[in-house]
């Protein structure tokens, strides 16, 4: 088996991730996200539990076969990705520590946090937990967040998250570990459609078909990444959510504001990453300056 670091670096490079200014990133729970019980398994009243002076206390602990993220640079995104799959966690601290004091032991290895490069380095949000980024400092009051990538499917009886002091360890809840051992749903895209052309201004729609083709219930995630060069930001992202079956079929549809997009007439790129990846060129006219 390989070690968590070379895990980790391969798995970057196989994940589907894009950036951009994501919209509507509210994460439903979907069976996915898993709450867990006891101390060192916390509540799930929704309550972020108070650590002592010098302690540390894990909260909101679940399993996501995929995920959206947003950076404090303002991108955002999805990652979804065969055979790839993600535990999250916030964390209060009453000590000053660092990400890489934390680990999630799983099926016989241990796997270091860390999100692919694609998602960027500065995540103040995971799957709907919120706080200090991904990677850097935590400071002492402050809430932060983990998340691990690890294999899909794993089995996973006792999995649990160390911390290299004397909290812990969390074990993961029984929901978060059927998730883990759970096969994952496969997505195909039958259609993609947008206009041809659009004049700056004026909403563009969008329609996006996908269908479940495993035997496994699951939540479709994607977003729409839409250019915006007339403002100092990434590119504007648009999430597509929704619970497809087995065997079902779900059309998602999406209309994007276009009145940053260029200012310049000419062809853009409409990309659709996710789940399922796809690109349309749209031909913008019009373009100018908003005032």
Known sequence: MPSRRSYLAGAGSMIAAAAGCTSGRDETPDGDVTPTGDRKTPTDDGETPTPSPDGVELADIGARKAVTYESTLGSGGVLAAEGRQYVVASV????????????????????????????????????????????????????????????SPLSAPAAEIRYDGE?????????????????????????????????????????????NVSDTDGRFLAALYWPTGLIADDDESHLLERSVAAGETATLERSIDTRYTTSEDGPVSLRLRGHVAAERTVRVTGAETPS
């Open 92 to 151: 209060v601290t009453g000590v000053e520590t660092t990400a890489a004091a934390f680990a999630l032991a799983a099926g016989g290895e241990t796997y270091d946090p860390g999100l692919p490069d694609t998602a960027g380095g500065l995540n103040r949000s995971v799957a709907g937990r919120s706080g200090q980024p991904l990677g850097g400092e935590f400071n002492p009051g402050s809430t932060a967040v983990l998340a691990f990538v690890v294999p």
């Open 167 to 211: 909290a812990g360890p969390w074990l993961l809840g029984e929901s978060a570990r059927r998730t883990l051992a759970a096969p994952e749903p496969r997505y195909e895209l039958a259609s993609f459609e947008a206009p041809e052309t659009v004049d700056q201004g004026r909403s563009l729609s969008t329609s996006v078909t996908v269908r």
